[in-house]
């Protein structure tokens, strides 16, 4: 039976891969939501990357940092603030999808070359900021932050890639891309009726598997980024 199934699939990097190489033996139909890859601005950096249109991409970098821990105890979730119950805090729940988006921009597999996270605020075993660098195979330099301080209800996000050939960074409603290089500042909206995030991964999926196709994003991708993830808990020094 085909599934989606939300991330990261485990509370530790082995059970996470344990369950990808399952996935594989079995040929199975399996896919893990990684929305960020469904806006303007993923799916016009990786159409630039394809034509040759970045030239070689310096550094990039993603930041989500959302508001503290007190929604999950209003919605009866304190399961969330347990190390043993979840494997962390907003690196592991947030966090996730920066290391995804690096691979999925840049198209290269990155390592964690530092880390370092911070309970300074909500004092808890979960950290409630982190901020990782990445660097890949190329030379590309990713930096990676994740927490549960924004103050009040909003948000902070950020996405942007530095090339050689443009600049582009994520407008601050997410549903665009502004691109500036030499002779050219431009902004690219989403048209109407576009699909992004937890929407359009739930219109992949369906999709996909009315037409015989694999999944947007696989187990093994999930395992690959969760493996970031305690790569990078390590260097922080997490237990």
Not at 12 to 28: I, Q
Not at 50 to 59: M, N, V, Y
Not at 81 to 109: M, P, Q, V, W
Not at 192 to 216: K, T
Request: charged share 25%; hydrophobic share 35%; proline share 7%.
């Amino acid at each position: 039976m085909p599934f989606l199934m939300e991330k990261p699939w485990g509370i530790d990097a082995r059970t996470v891969n344990e369950l990808a190489d399952l996935a594989e033996s079995k040929n199975a139909w399996a896919a893990v939501p990684m929305p960020f890859r469904y806006s303007v601005f993923a799916e016009t950096v990786v159409a630039m990357r394809d034509k040759g249109e970045l030239g070689p991409i310096s550094h990039g970098l993603m930041r989500f940092n959302q508001p503290g821990v007190q929604r999950y105890r209003d919605l009866g979730s304190d399961w969330m603030l347990s190390k043993a119950e979840t494997g962390g805090g907003a690196l592991i729940n947030l966090g996730i999808h920066g290391f995804d988006l690096c691979r999925y921009l840049t198209g290269e597999e990155p390592s964690v070359v530092a880390a370092v996270t911070s309970h300074a605020i909500h004092k808890l075993e979960i950290e409630d900021y982190a901020h990782v660098t990445l660097r890949t195979p190329s030379g590309v330099i990713f930096l990676n932050e994740a927490s549960y301080t924004f103050p009040g209800t909003g948000s902070d996000q950020e996405r942007k890639i530095s090339a050689e050939k443009v600049f582009l960074r994520a407008t601050t409603s997410g549903e665009g891309v502004q691109i500036s290089g030499p002779g050219r500042n431009d902004t690219i909206t989403a048209p109407p009726g576009y699909l992004s995030g937890w929407p359009r991964v739930v219109d992949e999926c369906l999709n996909r598997i009315g037409r015989g196709e694999p999944p947007p994003a696989t187990p093994r991708d999930c395992a690959r980024a969760v493996s970031l993830i305690f790569d990078a808990y390590r260097l922080a020094g997490e237990k």
